[in-house]
């Protein structure tokens, strides 16, 4: 992490809230697998889910925003 934003945080956060930041692991390779790892939880959950019902409708939709960014919306309806 910059030495700026450790500075920062201490003057406006206090001392012990900049030591906190110390020890946040920020590489892009621990962000990286850390999201990962939450892309692969969502999905096992939202398998799961999905496997219990009797009856489930799946609706997918994909769009951009006004800075080009790709945004998937997915609306799950189940009856149990």
């Known amino acids: 992490m910059k030495p700026s934003?450790?500075?920062t945080c201490n003057e406006v956060?206090?001392?012990s809230a900049a030591s906190k930041m110390k020890?946040?692991?920020l590489s892009?390779?621990?962000v990286e697998r850390r999201i990962?790892?939450?892309?692969e939880d969502t999905e096992k959950q939202l398998a799961a889910k999905i496997n219990k019902p009797?009856?489930?409708g799946l609706k997918l939709d994909e769009s951009t925003d006004i800075q080009n960014n790709s945004i998937?919306?997915?609306y799950?309806?189940?009856?149990y």
Not at 36 to 39: F, I, R
Not at 76 to 79: A, D, P, R
């Open 23 to 25: 020890d946040i692991p």
């Open 72 to 74: 998937l919306l997915t």
């Open 54 to 56: 009797e009856l489930f």
């Open 13 to 15: 956060l206090g001392r």
């Open 76 to 79: 799950v309806c189940t009856i």
């Open 28 to 30: 892009n390779d621990t």
């Open 36 to 39: 990962s790892d939450m892309a």
């Open 5 to 7: 934003l450790i500075a």
